[in-house]
Structure formats: structure tokens, C-alpha cells
């Protein structure tokens, strides 16, 4: 039987309601997918009248878990709070790392899990150099540095470059600086949580980009 149009359009709907409801689909693609649908536009819409509409045109219900991706995403990308506030700093990258983020209490994430949240943030923003607006606030700063301390980490990396680390950590790097088995265990600790770190940026970002490729190569069949 031949491929209708219309038959393509219920084909790529159905696929798309599957990634909106998958709790394996990145924040990036879930807003791609809503941009695609309703236009650039969509980030300011409220949140009910969102997905009542994407009930009716995906017949799915996005789950809690998706519903603060999108947010935390949208919240980075349309304000500054990202790069201001310590609390959003916080939920944003438990929410694009994790999934649903809870915003009653505090959980300490791990460096991984603010690495992603970094990465994903710039991954649809990159900052331009010079570009104020997106520097990281102090508050922000010395929470990365203070999670970095509290790992074993004493230098800051990317994509946390802009950690400030407390005043503990310089007395630290003081001490070590006159002993050289401890300075050479601290550096080899560095070395290798900071490469175990990086691997797992990397083996996340091959499945964010591998996922993007998918969706877009769905969206390109179908406009064909």
C-alpha cells in the first residue's frame, strides 16, 4: 500500500509522543520536538495549556519526570537565573541530569552531575566571549568549588572553569606544595577522577548527539 501523507504525519506523531513520554529523552530534544510542533513560541506558553495541548495533538501525557526537563531547559535558555542563582543553578542541572528534580528539598549532586547540567545548558547556548550576562555568580561558583573540594578535586576543569574554591582548599594546596608524596597523591587522584569524570561527559554526549541525529533524520523523512 502506498505512503500517504497523512499516513507519515500519524507515523512521525506516534514517534514523537514516544520520545515525549520516554524518560531516556534528553531535555534538548524534548524542546526540539516542542519547537518543531508549535514554533519557537511554545517556551512562554503555561505549562497546563502546553500539555493539554500535547495531549490532543500527541495523545500522550509528558510525565513529571520530562515536565522539569523542559522547565529546567526552558529556565536556562529564556533567563539569567541559571548563571545567578544558586537554587536554580542546582534543580536545572539535577533536572537535565537526572530528571525529576525535587524543588521541596536539597540533595547534593555529584561533579558529574553538574558537568552535564553545564554542558547540556551550552550545548543549546553556547556563551559568547565577553558576554557578561551569562557569567557565573559568585554564590554559584563557590558551590562548584565546594563540590569539587568535597570530591577530592582541588583544580577546577571544563566545563567548571568558573569554580571558586574555598579558603580551605588553598591552605591545602599550600601544605601539599611543601610535601611531595602528598602532593603526588593528590595530583594522581585529580588526574584520575577528573578523566573518569570526562569519559562520562563523553559517553553522554555521543547519546545526546546520536539521539539528535535520530530525531532529525525522522523530521527530514517527513517533510520529503
Not at 534528553?26 to 512562554?44: M, Q, R, S
Request: glycine share 6%; hydrophobic share 40%.
Amino acid at each position: 500500500m502506498p505512503v500517504t501523507e497523512s499516513s507519515v504525519d500519524i507515523s512521525l506523531r506516534r514517534a514523537l509522543g514516544l520520545m515525549l513520554e520516554s524518560n531516556d529523552t534528553f531535555a534538548t530534544n524534548l524542546l526540539a520536538i516542542l519547537i518543531h510542533t508549535y514554533g519557537v513560541e511554545v517556551i512562554d506558553w503555561e505549562p497546563e495549556t502546553l500539555y493539554v495541548s500535547i495531549i490532543n495533538d500527541f495523545g500522550v501525557n509528558v510525565p513529571d519526570f520530562n515536565r522539569d526537563k523542559i522547565g529546567a531547559l526552558t529556565t536556562a535558555l529564556t533567563t539569567n537565573q541559571f548563571y545567578v542563582s544558586f537554587n536554580i543553578f542546582h534543580n536545572v542541572c539535577d533536572a537535565l541530569t537526572n530528571g525529576g528534580a525535587d524543588f521541596e528539598t536539597f540533595s547534593p549532586l555529584s561533579v558529574e552531575e553538574l558537568s552535564w547540567g553545564v554542558v547540556e545548558v551550552f550545548a543549546n547556548d553556547p556563551p559568547e566571549e565577553g558576554d557578561g550576562s551569562r557569567s557565573f555568580s559568585h554564590s554559584v561558583a563557590q558551590y562548584v568549588g565546594v563540590t569539587l573540594a568535597e570530591h577530592g578535586l582541588y583544580k577546577s576543569f571544563p566545563p567548571l572553569s568558573f569554580a571558586e574554591f574555598p579558603d580551605y582548599v588553598k591552605r591545602s594546596e599550600t601544605v601539599m606544595a611543601d610535601d611531595a608524596l602528598l602532593f603526588g597523591a593528590a595530583s594522581s587522584r585529580q588526574t584520575t577522577t577528573q578523566t573518569e569524570i570526562m569519559d562520562y561527559l563523553k559517553e553522554r554526549y555521543a547519546q545526546l548527539k546520536q539521539q539528535c541525529q535520530r530525531l532529525q533524520g525522522m523530521l527530514l523523512k517527513s517533510a520529503q
